[in-house]
């Protein structure tokens, strides 16, 4: 096939599975770059998992380098193995999405224009090609993962499915998604900052009483102009952190760089502070003409960045709870079955646990077992929780003890622990 890559550049041995990489083409117009890693062992009956980083606008190309694939760029231009890939256990599409993400692009400019609703619609039919073009894991189970912004692509992402499969009678075999620090709602990624830094001991007690003497912790939506005022001057209060991973060092990646210029807009001191930079190893490996060419990236000249500066997307969507489409989900009477992960870092407060905690209780779910500690290497890791929804519908809730916003990066053997077990009914 020709999207297959045979070699990476910097790395000296050979591929721990088949990859590939190229192009999805949606219509004649708009091209979607992606790279598909087999599973190690038996591929042909593996899972398979479609992958978008958040923002939203930026790649899935980080998690593949930088998260839970199989290769990591390196300070010497080289690529080192990841021994916690999820690649170990299922086949990984990476997927760069809206237009202009990374190495996907069109000829068209309103082409770079996306929101929330569109970019459902364009990662269903991503779907649907990419099976054309490989038909022979089309039967194998169909997961949606992601994280943060990924809290509004994929609720999304996965409601085209199920109306696909209640039309085409249940052609794609999809079985669920898993989110990891999700932002789904106003509340999970600004109040629960606020109150993430107060249970984190980085603001003073009569700060964090001001904050919710005006009820301010429990707002849902933006329109409290009050609360923002009041809110950036507290962020602004713990000064130099990384609101990501609260006691990690001043590094952010672009990610997380994007999401603080989306919500944070008017805080001054957070706009000056962070730049991305643990991420400066894959744009630096990505930018090699060489690495481009061995992974097929044919694109205009545009410098490959870790999120996009061109593509345009509708960010008041953002405001937009998916807690509603999340909950008629897991109760849809039509849907006989559906697995439901989060995964929430408790290092994280921009999208942290409290806040994830908060819209998690307002589903319309059955708890079965309830704040079970779990442990990796015989060290506690975090607490894991489960539910039933409709039917053999099921929703489980882990929190990873110290981990930052993109868990796999900050808590790699905590992350491949949940992953495994989940798909595997264990957890």
């Known amino acids: 096939m020709e999207d297959r890559i045979i070699k990476l550049p910097g790395?000296?041995?050979?591929?721990?599975?088949?990859?590939?990489?190229?192009?999805?083409?949606l219509d004649n117009n708009k091209h979607t770059y992606y790279i598909f890693v087999e599973a190690e062992k038996n591929p042909k009956t593996a899972p398979i998992m479609f992958w978008t980083n958040g923002g939203p606008g930026c790649s899935g190309l980080m998690g593949l380098f930088e998260e839970f694939g199989p290769y990591i760029p390196t300070s010497d231009k080289k690529l080192k193995y990841n021994p916690s890939t999820w690649t170990k256990?299922?086949?990984?599409?990476?997927?760069?999405?809206p237009i202009g993400v990374g190495f996907s692009w069109s000829k068209y400019k309103t082409d770079y224009t996306s929101n929330d609703e569109l970019s459902a619609k364009d990662n269903f039919q991503f779907i649907l090609q990419f099976?054309?073009?490989?038909?022979?894991?089309?039967?194998?189970?169909?997961?949606l993962i992601s994280e943060s912004y990924g809290g509004h692509y994929v609720p999304l992402w996965a409601n085209e499915i199920v109306k696909y499969n209640k039309k085409n009678n249940n052609i794609l075999n999809f079985k669920g998604f898993m989110i990891g620090n999700p932002y789904v709602n106003y509340i999970s990624g600004s109040a629960a900052q606020i109150e993430s830094y107060w249970g984190h001991q980085k603001l003073p007690l009569h700060l964090w009483n001001k904050f919710t003497k005006k009820n301010c912790h429990k707002r849902?939506?933006?329109?409290?102009?009050?609360?923002?005022?009041?809110?950036?001057k507290?962020?602004?209060?713990?000064?130099?952190?990384?609101?990501?991973?609260?006691?990690?060092?001043i590094c952010v990646t672009g990610q997380q760089d994007n999401l603080i210029s989306l919500y944070h807009a008017k805080n001054k001191t957070v706009k000056k502070t962070y730049k991305p930079c643990i991420d400066t190893y894959t744009s630096k490996y990505l930018n090699r003409q060489d690495v481009q060419h061995a992974i097929h990236a044919k694109k205009p000249p545009v410098k490959w960045r870790a999120c996009s500066n061109i593509s345009k997307y509708r960010y008041k969507d953002s405001h937009n709870s998916q807690v509603p489409l999340i909950d008629k989900l897991l109760n849809d009477d039509d849907l006989k079955d559906l697995d439901v992960f989060i995964m929430s870092g408790?290092?994280?407060?921009?999208?942290?646990?409290?806040?994830?905690?908060?819209?998690?209780?307002?589903?319309?779910?059955?708890?079965?077992?309830?704040?079970?500690?779990?442990?990796?290497?015989?060290?506690?890791?975090?607490?894991?929780s489960t539910y039933k929804g409709d039917k053999n519908k099921r929703f489980?809730?882990?929190?990873?003890?110290?981990?930052?916003?993109?868990?796999p990066m900050y808590k790699p053997q905590a992350a491949y622990y949940l992953m495994e077990k989940f798909i595997n009914n264990k957890l």
């Open 396 to 407: 489980t809730f882990a929190t990873v003890n110290s981990a930052g916003h993109e868990i």
């Open 220 to 232: 849902t939506t933006r329109k409290n102009n009050k609360c923002d005022n009041l809110a950036y």
């Open 11 to 25: 790395y000296s041995k050979k591929l721990a599975s088949k990859m590939y990489g190229g192009y999805i083409n």
């Open 346 to 384: 408790t290092n994280d407060s921009i999208c942290g646990t409290v806040g994830t905690q908060h819209w998690i209780d307002k589903l319309n779910i059955k708890p079965k077992h309830m704040w079970k500690q779990y442990f990796i290497n015989k060290e506690p890791a975090g607490y894991i």
């Open 131 to 143: 099976f054309n073009k490989y038909q022979e894991f089309k039967k194998n189970k169909l997961y």
């Open 234 to 249: 507290l962020v602004n209060k713990v000064g130099k952190n990384n609101p990501y991973a609260m006691d990690y060092p």
């Open 89 to 97: 256990f299922a086949n990984i599409v990476f997927i760069e999405q």
